[in-house]
């Protein structure tokens, strides 16, 4: 229970980075649905780790421009 906890702290301060500290803006997307995650949120698909490297990987996209 722990891990899944800390995964999913983890994963959310790489989405309040990627909208430059807008907390509000980071938690509507990280609880909103996803097409690029077969329609689950990405705090969903972040309860395992391959899903939390999943949401990393679309992250990093995001900051460097690349379409999903």
Known sequence: ESDRLFRAARVFAQVVSLFQGDFKAA???????HYALEGASPLEFSSSELGAREVEVIIGRLEHGIPL
Do not use: I, S, T
């Open 27 to 33: 938690r509507y997307w990280f609880a909103k649905p």
